[in-house]
């Protein structure tokens, strides 16, 4: 294991953060990416008086009986190197990594040879009771008898991970997106700038009156050597809560029927469901009662899912002999009930090849953080998965968190500092950027620390946020031609402030708030961009109206 100090700016300053970065798969000879796969039932039994978990801190909710089982689907990869299992399991949360961890679900891995670890949880609000969900990494230990739920469930991930093992195969990786509109955006934000929680009234608003989503689908999909799909990676990014607090009965919600719809229709694959950044986003239609319309969202998303990984039975493969990279950070983040006190945080960056890459967030990262990472990282297939490894909390964009509402500066699930979200994603990405060659890539994350000396440089815009206009200044160390832009989360440009050859020194420009044409931009979250030369800085920039 390697300890690398790096250096982080965060919109409150500069920090030293102590990154745990194990390098491995690193340049080796080039052999066959390997999968295998495997499936194991973590339905508790018995099923009726299981404590239930996802509207309530406490045992308020016991369940009297079962719908549909709960699963924990298995993907190990090994490149002959590295061996990486992803597990995506039908629970709220699950805690692998811990402080100051590892966890003993982790140290089971690293027992049965596994270097590094996924363990996404879908977030159904339908299933057991396995954390506390107001304190970071808390995992309940408590109910299930002589061996604790918890327990139990760890050691069949491991044994199914073992399983998987002794599946392993050559296989190509493929990847692609669809698109389908399932969700919506939970916090309507009013002209006057207050925020209401509008759980369950997606039809009461228009979109404009909405905030945003992603509706991207991504899929991965793994063949074998006679072509065939081993597994298919299913990513969205909405809460599992088509099912609300009045039902009793254990479920996988909307990402069970999905992946299950998936799995029939392609025979011996394994389809395993990727929670995306879900923090605000809720099923259009949402906590009620009826299993119906969680079958009918499902089956939506599975059947947009199946189309791509049909599609992609035709599609060259991402590349040959893909390498696998790992790499994990831990960083320690206040929390918000006694500032005083802080929490270790781990999250990771895997890397397949060079097209296909998970950053992973232990939390209910909001989607604005899914959109910038997505528009910032040179990985053509980026997906960032939050519930991954373990929970702690809301990791709000920090404009929701100027904002407020439940999850962004409020609630027993808002648990560290309303930083957190944006400083892990500006690790992956800087890491993203270094990992892709070409131009010399400064984000927040790498810059904040840099050597002394001259340097491109891309301070914080005043004010930030802002409504009116703001100012955006600039070092530059050289003369350079220069662009300075401003970017959507999608990546697309809403306006160029400055274009041509700029002298060495000091620099700022004014913003006023308006695109290319003259329009005012919405609230939320964009890009600025300073490219000079050959090398660029990426800053956020909130605009609230």
Same mark, same amino acid.
């Given at each position: 294991?390697?300890?690398v ?5 965060? &919109? ?5 953060l102590?990154?745990?970065?194990? +390098? ?10 390997q999968?295998g ?11 009726v008086?299981?404590?239930?978990? +996802?509207?309530?801190? +406490? ?9 549909? #089982? ?5 993907l ?18 699950? &805690?692998?990594?811990a %402080? ?9 891995l690293? #027992? ?11 977030? !159904? ?12 990494? %808390? ?7 002589d061996t604790?739920?918890t ?8 044994d ?5 093992v002794? =599946? ?5 990786v ?6 389908v %509109?399932?969700?919506f &955006? ?17 039809? /009461?608003? !228009? ?5 945003? !989503?992603?509706p ?18 299913v990513?969205? *990014? ?7 607090s009045?039902n ?15 799995e ?6 394994t ?5 995306g ?5 809720d099923?259009?239609v ?7 319309p ?21 599609a060259p ?15 320690p983040?206040?929390?918000?009930r ?7 945080? !781990? ?5 397949v ?7 992973t967030?232990?939390g209910?990262?909001?989607? +604005?953080?899914?959109?910038d990472?997505k528009?910032? #990282? ?7 998965l939050?519930?991954? &490894?373990?929970?702690?909390?809301y ?16 609630? %027993? ?8 979200g ?7 990405? *800087? ?9 010399t890539?400064?984000?927040? /994350?790498?810059s904040?620390?840099?050597? #002394?000396?001259p340097?491109?440089?891309?301070a914080? =815009?005043?004010p930030?946020?802002?409504?009116g206009?703001?100012?955006i200044?600039f ?8 662009a300075?832009?401003i ?16 002298a060495?020194?000091h620099?700022q ?13 919405a609230?939320?979250?964009y ?6 030369? =050959? ?11």
């Amino acid at each position: 294991m390697l300890f690398v100090l790096v250096r982080s700016l965060s &919109n409150i300053g500069v920090c030293l953060l102590t990154t745990l970065a194990t +390098g491995l798969g690193t340049a080796g000879p080039a052999t066959a990416l390997q999968a295998g796969t495997a499936r194991v039932d973590i339905t508790p039994a018995p099923v009726v008086g299981v404590p239930m978990c +996802g509207y309530a801190r +406490g045992y308020d909710h016991p369940s009297t009986g079962l719908h549909d #089982s709960l699963w924990a689907r298995i993907l190990v990869l090994d490149d002959g190197d590295l061996r990486v299992a992803i597990v995506s399991v039908d629970l709220i949360g699950f &805690n692998v990594d811990a %402080d100051p961890g590892p966890g003993r679900l982790a140290g089971l891995l690293q #027992s049965a040879g596994i270097d590094g670890w996924l363990v996404v949880s879908t977030h !159904t609000h339908g299933g057991p009771r396995t954390l506390d969900l107001g304190t970071p990494y %808390d995992a309940d230990r408590v109910w299930g008898g002589d061996t604790p739920y918890t327990l139990w469930v760890e050691d069949r991930i491991v044994d199914a991970v073992a399983t998987a093992v002794t =599946n392993l195969q050559p296989v190509q990786v493929r990847a692609g997106k669809g698109a389908v %509109d399932l969700s919506f &955006n939970r916090r309507l934000v009013r002209p006057d700038g207050t925020v209401e929680m509008i759980w369950g009234r997606y039809d /009461a608003f !228009t979109a404009d009156q909405l905030g945003p !989503t992603d509706p991207d689908v991504g899929v991965v999909r793994l063949d074998d050597a006679a072509g065939q799909p081993v597994a298919v990676l299913v990513h969205y *990014a909405c809460h599992a809560v088509v099912l609300g607090s009045g039902n009793h009965r254990l479920t996988a919600d909307f990402p069970g029927y999905a992946m299950a719809y998936v799995e029939r229709q392609l025979p011996g694959a394994t389809a395993l469901f990727l929670q995306g950044a879900a923090g605000d986003l809720d099923p259009r239609v949402d906590v009620q009662d009826s299993f119906a319309p969680a079958q009918t969202q499902g089956v939506t998303l599975g059947r947009e899912a199946l189309r791509v990984a049909h599609d992609l039975a035709l599609a060259p493969p991402l590349e040959d002999s893909p390498r696998l990279d790992w790499v994990q950070w831990q960083r320690p983040f206040r929390l918000n009930r006694d500032p005083a006190q802080q929490v270790d945080v !781990t999250f990771g960056l895997l890397r397949v090849g060079r097209h296909l890459a998970f950053g992973t967030l232990p939390g209910e990262p909001f989607v +604005g953080l899914q959109l910038d990472l997505k528009a910032r #990282s040179p990985v053509t297939h980026t997906y960032l998965l939050g519930y991954t &490894n373990g929970y702690v909390g809301y990791l709000p964009t920090l404009a929701a968190h100027h904002e407020g509402g439940y999850g962004a500066d409020s609630g %027993d699930t808002f648990q560290i500092q309303p930083e957190a979200g944006e400083a892990m994603v500006d690790a992956i990405a *800087a890491e993203l950027i270094a990992g892709a060659g070409g131009p010399t890539a400064v984000t927040e /994350a790498a810059s904040a620390g840099a050597p #002394s000396g001259p340097a491109l440089q891309l301070a914080p =815009n005043i004010p930030n946020p802002f409504n009116g206009e703001t100012m955006i200044p600039f070092v530059l160390p050289a003369r350079a031609e220069v662009a300075l832009v401003i970017l959507d989360l999608l990546g697309r440009r809403l306006r160029q402030l400055r274009a041509g050859s700029m002298a060495p020194g000091h620099h700022q420009v004014r913003w006023n708030g308006r695109d290319d044409d003259g329009h005012t931009v919405a609230s939320g979250i964009y890009l600025c961009r300073l490219t000079a030369g =050959n090398r660029v800085v990426t800053r956020r920039l909130a605009v609230l109206r």
